[in-house]
């Protein structure tokens, strides 16, 4: 299955393990949960018998796997991001998320270098996406912004893949309680 882009698709192997290229699924930069999900996404349609078949099962996969999210039934570690960092701390001109994460480390007395990985999180809050990145173990899961996660990590890692078989970001998402209440006024 190949995608938009020249460098990313995924293949099905005679012994049944998908083999990814360039996707979310494969990146370093993405939280486990938008990685996971894409996997599955990819081995629900590959492995069905009828592609449009295994989109629609994986379209129902992402609105329970949100609505998880939304409880917090899926695992902390699966929000952290981890990102390295490519030089010294200090050098950074631009206010990126794991760069700002990695800052509150070192004020912790942690001791950071070229090469480190930082994790992090996504927090509530107002400001910009950088203010709101914390390392994941000065916080705490009620803290993290799940709706970012649904938003910028989950639901694009799907729809990347789904978006082939005309199943779009609003079909991803589960009914809101409203919705559903509306549903049974009709």
Known sequence: MFTEAKKKYCGLSSDGRLDIVGLEAVRGDWANCAKDVQEKVLELILKEKTPEKGAEKAAEYIK????????????????????????????Y???????????????EGWKLSMGDKVGYVITVGSGKLYEKAKPYFLTSYDKVDIEYYVANQVVPAASRILAMFDILEDKLLPPTKTKQLDRFSQ
Do not use: C, N
């Open 93 to 107: 001109a631009v206010k990126a998320p794991h760069v700002e994460a990695a800052k509150l480390l070192l004020k």
């Open 64 to 91: 329970q796997y949100i609505s998880d999210l939304r409880l917090r039934k899926v695992s902390y570690r699966d929000v952290v991001i981890w990102k390295s960092l490519t030089k010294p701390v200090e050098e």
